[in-house]
């Protein structure tokens, strides 16, 4: 795949992207059991537009055709302090004659919510995304009624550039869905 000039590849097995309190690791098969926990996780599940559950199966075959061939960016986010797991980021949905692609994340709900985390994965993949792919913009797609996703995408400088009213019928109910983005001078908190 071609991209802003680059030819988009599965991520470099060894590529490390430290923050402060937080790195970003490429996802491997190894993580199978872990991202389906997290993945698959009630209070996860209900922020997510695909909200079937997932099994081995599928997360297998989404490493194989998707992570595998560079056309899905994933990783482990784990804590510098002591090597823990606790989510996931990814970049998806690239659009080759755009230069833009969507983004993503979940978190394991064990302490690691509403501590900054979320932001600080945000600014790495935002780094990543516009200094080492070269993308032009980021966008993302959030569920109105998760407001701690809407307030981390606009400290991470997104932008709302639409709101869809009963955009999607989930568990029975219309649910508004905001769509995000942010360009790489977008100012961030």
């Not at 991209?3 to 590529?15: A, E, H, I, Q």
């Not at 297998?60 to 992570?67: H, Y």
Request: with cysteine; proline share 3%.
């Amino acid at each position: 795949m071609i991209f802003g000039g680059l030819t988009m590849k599965p991520v470099d097995k060894d590529l490390i992207i430290k923050g402060e309190n937080i790195y970003l690791r490429p996802i491997t098969g190894e993580d199978t059991e872990q991202v389906l926990r997290w993945r698959n996780a009630p209070d996860v599940v209900e922020n997510f537009l695909y909200r079937k559950k997932i099994t081995v199966e599928e997360h297998q075959n989404w490493l194989k055709n998707k992570v595998f061939t560079g056309a899905v960016h994933q990783f482990v986010i784990c804590t510098i302090k002591d090597d823990t797991p606790i989510g996931s980021v990814y970049l998806q949905n690239f659009d080759e004659e755009n230069n833009k692609a969507e983004w993503g994340l979940f978190l394991d709900a064990d302490g690691t919510r509403s501590k900054g985390v979320g932001t600080e994965v945000g600014n790495l993949i935002l780094d990543y995304a516009f200094h080492q792919l070269g993308l032009h913009k980021l966008h993302s797609r959030v569920l109105a009624y998760n407001k701690p996703c809407v307030r981390m995408n606009e400290k991470l400088g997104f932008r709302q550039e639409a709101y869809l009213r009963d955009e999607l019928m989930l568990n029975g109910k219309y649910e508004d869905l905001i769509l995000y983005g942010a360009l790489e001078g977008d100012k961030r908190e």
